[in-house]
């Protein structure tokens, strides 16, 4: 008895639903591999924000109250040099993330924009690594 392969044919179209079903799986998981990194970008950021105000609010209550207070008030002489404006409305994150941004020294962020170090140091990794990844796109 043998078989031959017009009797077998039923094999080959099974295997070929399988193969579609699979790619079409394939397909769905892409895709929803491709929304979840969406939405972890889009929460990255939102927490981003909050830790650099969070920063920035620790930075304010690390300041003694009398220089606070003073420090509105308080005229700068005429030998120190003006401290230099925030570039962004007011915002020295925001200036500092546009400095960072243009491949500017952690160093030069922290003297111009009034960070510190270590915040400076974050902000130009950050910046260096949209870079890079916008290169590897």
Known sequence: MSMTWLQMSWVH?????ALAAAVVTLGVVILLELRSIKLLRRAMDA???R???QLDLLRFERQPIEARSSFASQALPLASPPAPAPLNGGNAYAAA????STGMRAEDIAQRCGLAAGEARLLAS???ARVS???DA
């Open 47 to 49: 927490h981003l924000g």
């Open 51 to 53: 830790v650099f105000e």
């Open 13 to 17: 179209e099974i295997s070929q639903a």
């Open 133 to 135: 990844r916008r290169h």
């Open 97 to 100: 993330a546009a400095l960072a």
């Open 126 to 128: 950050l910046a260096a």
